[in-house]
């Protein structure tokens, strides 16, 4: 049955060790050319945790209601999202997914790294 949600390309949720884990990087660099990444040269070393993206098209009334329900996903120490639990949080704010999306949407239009601590 094929999925209700369009993707995009231009879009993954991935890890990118620090530089200064010159290891990490020469390990995963490694791994990368071993396995004929097209992206070897374009991209730091990277695990993609998420790719291809869901694309938002608020547009499409159709895809609105999934949308609407992945963004009020909550992110917690309970989330399949990660395994890492989160940090204490300032106030009552519960990280929800729509706040990694929106993050991702403005970082991929400006192509800034970003990093989101929960």
Known sequence: EPSPFKTIHSVTVCVVPPPEYGIVWDTVGKMRQTLKDPGYYRWPPHINLLYPFL???HDDDADNDNVKSIHETPLNKDSQVSEIP???LQGNHQPQLSDI??????????????????
């Open 86 to 88: 989160p940090k204490q």
């Open 101 to 118: 999306v929106d993050k991702l949407h403005s970082a991929t239009r400006e192509c800034d790294p970003f990093e989101i601590r929960l």
């Open 55 to 57: 694309k938002f098209d």
